[in-house]
């Protein structure tokens, strides 16, 4: 029996996969805000599911994947990854609230402004 060090044909160098713990919760959340989002644009279609656009922005922020093996894994383009994460970082900075409105509102409710 001879042993071969070479790959099998058609077959990729490199596998990257990770486990990434997240709640449904929080996938939700945010397909929902691009679900929301696309719907008031008038979007009429994207390659893939807000549920799966958002776990791949999930993948990219929380360990820093490169946008290129995101986006070979899922069959888009490394812009199309960018311009998502960019759509829904958006999204959800435009839910969070202002600083000196935090600060006011904490003020309010007897704790202390920084």
Known sequence: MTKTN???????????????????????HLAELLRRHLKAIRSRWRVLSPGKIAMIVLAVLRHDQRLADMAGGNNVSESTVRRWRDELITLLAAQAPRLDRALKKITKQGGRSF
Request: hydrophobic fraction near 25%; charge should be positive; include cysteine.
């Open 6 to 28: 070479e790959r099998a044909e058609g077959t990729c160098s490199l596998v990257y996969q990770c486990r990434l713990p997240l709640s449904t919760r929080t996938i939700n």
